[in-house]
Every structure is written in structure tokens, then in C-alpha cells.
């Protein structure tokens, strides 16, 4: 890192940038790894074991990231490789910060540890700390209900001799190399927390928790509990958390830990994040005007869209897919809005999974128990119902599927978009299609017949 230093000053350990250690990342994946397949994945690589690293050898996360400028209307698919993820990022700026993905299981532990303080001992109690859950297991993340999410955690356990070998570490440095920024705004605690390294990520966070610069910002306006959430680090995220880092903090593009954690489909640091509710806002809005609820909708599509296009399907998108899923149903179960309407064109829930064709995902949210389940399912987004939406799907294998099951929750045939069109008028030509319209005319004969009961 680029700070000032005194002449007789010898740096204690090397600390590159966050784009240097981005950087010599990459070139360690690219070489001698091939992309599996042509098909966009958004699942990033196994990561190399943090654990293992010192805090002075160079490390970089990279992953998925995606600007959000378009997802209003459109989504694009991800990039399957590192190679390929280059040339992604360098078009769509984002999170600088790698999510990383790790399949293997992570034991509970214990609830209180002892940990070194600068000068002595105290005993500190983790309350809210979370362990990494095999992805695949979706079953797991979905018996949480929002009141256990807050109650079923986790405590791994921080290595108290490195935490004070971390600590002795930052007492030797330099006082403007552990409190500063560099020329890219990065704090040591930053380049800490995106190696992965949590007793030198606590460490470094007491130091400037000290100075009043724990949610200090870089270049991306990425604070360290940020850069912690991409890159699918929950412990770091709790023990920032626990030392007071702000919750609802958002980036140069207004997301927040939540709608990072949504965004790249990460359940365990979801997890850490709700557990500290109330104080989180579950409808925060990013500058796209999205909720982390939309966000996570948005790329359970992406992932659905890029598995249904493999053959065989890739195991790590299955993957990836049920951890997309898991995040939405947890969102929901905490407490956030099913009929929270995106800014920019209106849209919910269900109208964005509908638009993608995601049977997956709309067949969830119809299945959630609502009094006004009929209002729900006609909300309209710039005119559009969901069963607009779905009269588009040409082609879409799901078509049918999507249809019928908005219509067994109440879908109105006969609701008219600011076109003065109905459902029907959108479909496609062809037999299918008049099947489909035939469908639906009937079901609005069935309205009108049961509206002229209850009229009598």
C-alpha cells in the first residue's frame, strides 16, 4: 500500500493494492485452467485455502460482479471464466472484491473464546457468528424461518494466537500505515479482509474502530464490511458487525451488504447480515431503485437461464441455483416485501421471474400463503401483469406452466395494458398459441359466469 513513510521506516509486511492482489489472482487462475464449457456460469472458482496464506503474501478474490444499469429490463449472462470474467469486468464496473465458493462443511463451534486485547486478556462472546453450509444442501438454508435466523448461528472459532500475532504485528507498523488510506482508498483493514485473513481483518478493524474509521471508503465507496460480503467472508462479516461497522452502509452504486449478499446468492453471509436485524433495512434501495430482494430474484434468473442451457446440467450451477433460491425465501422470511415494486419500471417479484421465463422461482412465490393473493398476482408494472408478462414468453418451454399456474392464483384474463391489450392479444401464432388463448378465454368465461352469481 502506498503510505507515507518515514526514511528509517522498514515496512513490517508487503500490502499491494486491492487491483494488484486482483490482478496476480487472476493470472494464478488463468494459468493452466481451462473454461469446462462456452455456457456463462455464475459460480465462481474454488478459492485457495485463506487459512494458509501470511498476511504479507499477496492474495486477490475475484468473481461475478454486474452492473445493475440494465437489469430493470434486461439481464445479462455472466462470464463462465476467469479469462472471460477480464474482459467483463473491465466493461462492467462493480465490486472489485472475488465472492468465493466453498462446497466443504463447517462444524459448529463454541459460543465464547478468549481473545488478547492490545495489552491484555479479556473473554469476548460471539453471539451471531455463522458457519459455511454446504450450498448444495438448499434444504438447510430453507428451514430457517426469520425467527431462527437470528437464533441458529454459528461460532467458529478466531485462533487467539494469531490474533495477537496480528496485533503485535500492527503495533510495530508505522501509526499512518494501519489508520490511512492508500491512493486508492484502501485501508489495511480492506486488503485484510479481501485476503480473507479474519484474526488480521479484527485486528486491523480495532485499530480504526479506534480512530473513527472503521466504514472508511475506497475508491468504489466499498467500506471493508462490503468488501467482506462479495467476497463470501461471513465471519469477517460478523466480527465487523460486532465491532460496530454500519449495516446499511451502501457503495458508489447504493447497494448494501444485503443486496451484495442477494446479488452473488451467498446464504451464509445473508445469514451473518439478518442476524443482526432490526437494524438492518430490508428495503433499502439501491440507485437502480431495487430492493436486495429484487436483486436476489434478478440473478436466481441469470443462474436458471445459463443452467437450462447446459447439457448435462453443470452441478455447480445446480448449486449456485438452490443457493439463489435459499437467499430469496430467507429475504421473505425476515421480513421483506413480496410487493415491493422496482423503481424504474415497476416490476415485483413475481413480474421479474415471470419475464425470465423462471418457473422455478414463480411457482415459490405463488405458494406463499397472502390474503390479497389476487391483487398480488394483477399488480401491474407499467401496465403489464404477470400474466401479460407470460403471454410473451414465445418459445419459452415454461410458457404453458406459467400460465396456468397464474391463473389457478387468481390471474385476470380480461385486465387490459396501457395498449389496451389483454393477455390473449399477446400471444403467439400458431396452434400453440390459439391453444393458449383458448385456455385463458375460457378461464375468463369462468370469471364472468361466477361474477354474474354473485351479482344475483
Not at 199 to 226: I, M, P, S
Not at 273 to 284: M, Y
Request: glycine letters at 6%; one cysteine or more.
Amino acid at each position: 500500500m502506498h503510505f507515507d513513510k518515514t526514511p528509517k521506516e522498514k515496512p513490517c509486511c508487503t500490502l499491494p493494492t486491492v487491483k494488484k492482489l486482483l490482478e496476480q489472482k487472476r493470472r494464478r487462475e488463468t494459468s493452466g485452467v481451462q473454461p469446462p464449457c462456452t455456457t456463462a456460469n455464475t459460480s465462481p472458482a474454488a478459492p485457495a485455502v485463506l487459512s494458509e496464506l501470511s498476511p504479507s503474501e499477496p492474495f486477490t478474490c475475484t468473481g461475478a460482479t454486474s452492473s445493475y444499469s440494465d437489469m430493470a429490463m434486461s439481464y445479462e449472462q455472466w462470464p463462465t471464466s476467469p479469462e472471460l470474467a477480464l474482459s467483463y469486468y473491465t466493461s462492467h464496473p462493480g465490486p472489485s472484491y472475488a465472492p468465493t465458493f466453498d462446497l466443504q462443511m463447517t462444524p459448529a463451534y463454541s459460543t465464547q473464546q478468549q481473545i488478547p486485547a492490545f495489552g491484555d486478556t479479556m473473554s469476548q462472546s460471539y453471539d451471531c457468528s455463522v458457519a459455511v453450509v454446504d450450498p448444495s444442501a438448499s434444504s438447510s438454508w430453507e428451514l430457517l424461518g426469520s425467527s431462527q435466523i437470528a437464533q441458529h448461528v454459528f461460532v467458529p472459532s478466531m485462533d487467539t494466537g494469531k490474533l495477537e500475532e496480528a496485533r503485535m504485528l500492527l503495533d510495530g507498523m508505522d501509526y499512518s500505515r494501519t489508520t490511512c488510506q492508500d491512493e486508492d482508498g484502501d485501508t489495511i483493514l480492506h486488503i485484510y479482509t479481501a485476503k480473507g485473513l479474519r484474526e488480521y481483518a479484527y485486528a486491523a478493524a480495532e485499530r480504526l474502530r479506534g480512530v473513527g474509521k472503521l466504514d472508511a471508503r475506497e475508491h468504489n465507496g466499498k467500506t471493508a464490511l462490503l468488501v467482506a460480503v462479495t467476497a463470501n467472508q461471513p465471519e469477517i462479516v460478523q466480527d465487523l458487525l460486532s465491532l460496530g461497522a454500519e449495516i446499511n452502509a451502501c457503495n458508489n452504486k447504493g447497494q448494501t451488504a444485503l443486496h451484495l449478499a442477494a446479488h452473488y446468492g451467498f446464504p451464509g453471509v445473508l445469514q451473518a447480515i439478518l442476524s443482526s436485524r432490526p437494524s438492518v433495512n430490508l428495503e433499502a434501495r439501491n440507485f437502480e431503485g431495487m430492493t436486495p430482494l429484487h436483486c436476489a430474484a434478478i440473478s436466481h434468473s441469470v443462474t436458471t437461464k445459463a443452467l437450462s442451457s447446459t447439457a448435462p446440467a453443470d452441478v455447480s450451477l445446480q448449486a449456485k441455483a438452490a443457493e439463489k433460491l435459499s437467499c430469496v425465501k430467507m429475504l421473505l422470511r425476515a421480513g421483506a416485501s413480496l410487493l415491493s415494486q422496482e423503481i424504474k419500471s415497476n416490476k415485483t417479484v413475481l413480474h421479474l421471474a415471470v419475464k425470465e421465463g423462471n418457473i422455478d422461482l414463480a411457482r415459490y412465490l405463488l405458494s406463499i400463503p397472502l390474503a390479497n393473493m389476487k391483487d398480488f398476482v394483477n399488480m401491474k408494472a407499467h401496465g403489464h401483469t404477470a400474466l401479460h408478462m407470460a403471454a410473451g414468453l414465445h418459445g419459452n418451454p415454461h410458457q404453458e406452466d406459467i400460465l396456468q399456474l397464474l391463473l389457478s392464483r387468481g390471474a385476470d384474463p380480461s385486465i387490459r395494458n396501457l395498449e389496451n391489450d389483454q393477455p390473449a392479444h399477446l400471444l403467439q401464432s400458431g396452434m400453440h398459441g390459439e391453444q393458449l388463448k383458448l385456455m385463458l378465454k375460457k378461464r375468463n368465461s369462468r370469471r364472468r359466469n361466477v361474477s354474474l352469481q354473485d351479482q344475483e
